[in-house]
């Protein structure tokens, strides 16, 4: 496991629960919006960050969660991708053994793991980012066709089995932008999403250190154009929701 930062404490990040965020090194997606770029480079997960080392080491991680068990109640293991972590399962293991809740922000690029930990009883509420229509995913990362066709088709298997009406809370999020995600777009993901529990979409944040930095300052949805978006994904899913 590497860890590529610990956010002590969060009131948003886990459902209705006080959490600390663990941030994962390395993802194995690219997209152009995406705000954490030192979390997703080196994206060859066994390569740790410049500095040649973990940012956060595991001795340090449990030792803060040990300080803190009494008045944490959840911890949300984020990204870059956990999944691509093979000691995933043994490192949320640690994590509830402590009487902590697990969420789980994931791409859904790893359908066995994810399955696997849900069966296990590992996670307690799992967050998949659903990016574009599945044919579409070129629209939102540079990837080469053969890998991007490869990971698409796993996080699609992901979606579906969540989709089978697990006893489980999850939701799915996609972030929107206008550049990459048209009403057409929403449209098609919502006959894709068709009896999810939960779907938010969130506006992107052009700003600041974004993997492609020509989307930094471009034009985000606006608040109306969102309302508007909502009731075309809401005909299809009406749990939609804006985040
Ligand atoms: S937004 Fe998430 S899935 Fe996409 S590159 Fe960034 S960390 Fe990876």
């Known amino acids: 496991m590497i860890i590529g930062g610990l956010q002590p404490v969060s009131l948003l990040d886990y459902p209705d629960k006080i959490s600390a965020i663990v941030f994962t090194q390395g ?13 997703v480079r080196p994206a060859t997960v066994g390569v740790t960050n410049t500095t040649g080392q973990p940012v956060y080491s595991l001795a340090d991680l449990w030792a803060f969660l040990d300080q803190r068990q009494d008045r944490l109640e959840a911890v949300v293991v984020t990204g870059g991708e956990p999944t691509l972590h ?4 043994e490192f949320i293991t640690e994590i509830k053994r402590r009487g902590l809740l697990v969420k789980l922000d994931t791409n859904g690029t790893a359908s066995q793991m994810v399955k696997q930990l849900v069966q296990d009883g590992l996670i307690d509420y799992l967050a998949m980012d659903i990016k574009a229509p599945w044919n579409k995913y070129d629209q939102i990362m540079p990837l080469p066709a053969d890998i991007l066709s490869r990971l698409t088709a796993e996080a699609k298997i992901t979606a579906e089995w969540l989709l089978t009406d697990q006893p489980l809370d999850y939701e799915f999020r996609t ?17 894709q999403l068709i009896g999810a529990r939960s779907w938010y979409l969130q506006k992107a944040r052009l700003a600041g250190d974004l993997l492609d930095p020509s989307l930094v300052g471009q034009r985000v949805y606006t608040d109306a154009e969102m ?6 994904a809401k005909a299809k899913v009406p749990t939609a929701q804006i985040r």
């Not at 993802?27 to 979390?39: D, T």
Request: net charge negative; aromatic share 8%.
């Open 27 to 39: 993802c194995n997606f690219h997209c152009r919006y995406c705000y954490n770029p030192m979390l």
């Open 86 to 89: 093979h000691d995933l399962p």
């Open 175 to 191: 972030t929107v932008v206008p550049q990459l995600l048209s009403a057409a777009d929403i449209s098609l993901l919502a006959e």
């Open 227 to 232: 309302v508007e978006l909502l009731a075309i």
